[in-house]
C-alpha cells in the first residue's frame, strides 16, 4: 500500500502535469519542443473545460489565435464560452471598431454613420464551428430614434428598417440578435415610432427577418429633441411603467440565441439608422459590448 507521503507526492506530481498542459495554452510555447505542437492546440475553450473542468478564465492559445475564454459565467446556462468582441468605452483608450464613429462627449462611446444607414464591424470566431451566441450592449439614445419606423416595409435593405444595434453572422447578415432605440418610453400617438413594448396599442411592424430576436428601449420618458444625447443606460431592465413592458426580459441585457446550424461566420454588428441619420438628428452610442461563441 501507499505511504501517506507518497500519496500527496503522485497528487502533486498530477497537478503539476495537468498545471502545464495549460500553462502550454495559455502562454507563449516552444513550437520546436517535442512536448508541444501546434496542432495540439485546442479548438475551442468549451474543448479545454470539457478536458479540464477546473480551468479559470483567461487567455489561451486555440488552433488559429490567443483567445479570451469565459470559464465561469454560466451564459445560457453553460460555460466554456470563447469571446470573439470586446468592446468597452470606458477605458479611454479604447478605439471603436469598424467605421462606427468615436463620440467623446458627455459618454465615451462609438456611434453609427452621419446619413441613413449602417456603421459596420466584423469580429473573427477563430475558426470555430459554433450553434451558440451570446452577448450583450449598452448604449444611449441619441436624438429622435423611432425604433421599427418610419421604414419597416422596405425589407430590401435591412439598414433602413430601425435604430440601433443589429448582430448577425456571415456574408449573407444572417439575424442573430437586435439592440432596438425607440422615440420615448411612454407612447402617445405615432406609436410605429415607438418599441412595441411601449405600449399594447402598437400599430407597427417588426420586420420579419428580426422576429422576437431583439429588446427595445427608449432613454427619454417623452419628447426626445434632435441632437442630444440621452445618458440613461439602454436595454438593462430598468425604468419601465405600465403599460410599457420592455423590461419585462429577465435576461437583459444578456441575450442567449441558438442557430439552425453551426457556423464558423465571422459576427457582424451594425450600428443603423433609419431616418436622417447623425448625432445632428439620431444615433445610438454604444458604450460596452461584449460577444460569446460555443
Given at each position: 500500500m501507499y505511504s501517506?507521503?507518497?500519496?500527496?507526492?503522485?497528487?502533486?506530481?498530477?497537478?503539476?502535469?495537468?498545471?502545464?498542459?495549460?500553462?502550454?495554452?495559455?502562454?507563449e510555447c516552444n513550437t520546436n519542443?517535442?512536448?508541444y505542437k501546434e496542432v495540439d492546440r485546442p479548438s475551442s475553450c468549451k474543448?479545454?473545460?470539457d478536458k479540464y473542468p477546473a480551468t479559470p478564465s483567461g487567455y489561451y492559445y486555440l488552433k488559429t489565435s490567443k483567445v479570451y475564454c469565459d470559464?465561469?459565467?454560466?451564459?445560457?446556462?453553460s460555460k466554456g464560452w470563447t469571446r470573439v468582441a470586446h468592446v468597452d468605452m470606458s477605458n479611454k483608450l479604447q478605439s471603436c471598431p469598424g467605421d462606427l464613429n468615436l463620440i467623446t462627449s458627455p459618454i465615451h462611446t462609438c456611434g453609427g454613420l452621419t446619413t441613413p444607414g449602417c456603421a459596420s464591424a466584423k469580429f473573427s470566431t477563430h475558426g470555430i464551428s459554433y450553434s451558440k451566441v451570446c452577448g450583450r450592449v449598452r448604449g444611449y439614445q441619441v436624438g429622435e430614434t423611432n425604433a421599427f419606423g418610419p421604414y419597416v416595409n422596405d425589407q430590401g435593405n435591412p439598414g433602413l428598417v430601425m435604430d440601433g444595434i443589429l448582430?448577425?453572422?456571415?456574408?449573407?447578415?444572417?439575424?442573430?440578435?437586435a439592440y432596438v432605440t425607440g422615440f420615448q418610453?411612454?407612447?402617445?400617438?405615432e406609436l410605429n415610432y415607438y418599441c412595441p413594448c411601449a405600449d399594447y396599442r402598437f400599430n407597427g411592424v417588426v420586420p420579419s427577418f428580426i422576429g422576437n430576436d431583439y429588446y427595445c428601449d427608449s432613454g427619454v420618458d417623452s419628447s426626445p429633441?434632435?441632437?442630444?444625447?440621452?445618458?440613461?443606460?439602454?436595454?438593462?431592465?430598468?425604468?419601465?411603467?405600465?403599460?410599457?413592458?420592455c423590461c419585462s426580459h429577465s435576461g437583459m441585457p444578456w441575450f442567449c440565441k441558438t442557430l439552425p446550424v453551426p457556423t464558423t461566420d465571422y459576427i457582424e454588428l451594425r450600428n443603423c439608422q433609419n431616418n436622417n441619420g447623425g448625432v445632428i438628428s439620431e444615433d445610438t452610442a454604444v458604450e460596452l459590448m461584449e460577444l460569446y461563441v460555443k
Open positions: 501517506t507521503r507518497m500519496m500527496s507526492n503522485l497528487l502533486v506530481q498530477l497537478l503539476i502535469l495537468l498545471v502545464s498542459s495549460l500553462v502550454c495554452w495559455s502562454q519542443e517535442e512536448v474543448e479545454i473545460l470559464m465561469d459565467t454560466e451564459h445560457c446556462g448582430i448577425s453572422h456571415g456574408q449573407k447578415q444572417s439575424h442573430i440578435w418610453r411612454q407612447a402617445s400617438d429633441q434632435k441632437g442630444i444625447f440621452y445618458t440613461t443606460p439602454l436595454w438593462n431592465g430598468k425604468g419601465c411603467t405600465p403599460p410599457n413592458f
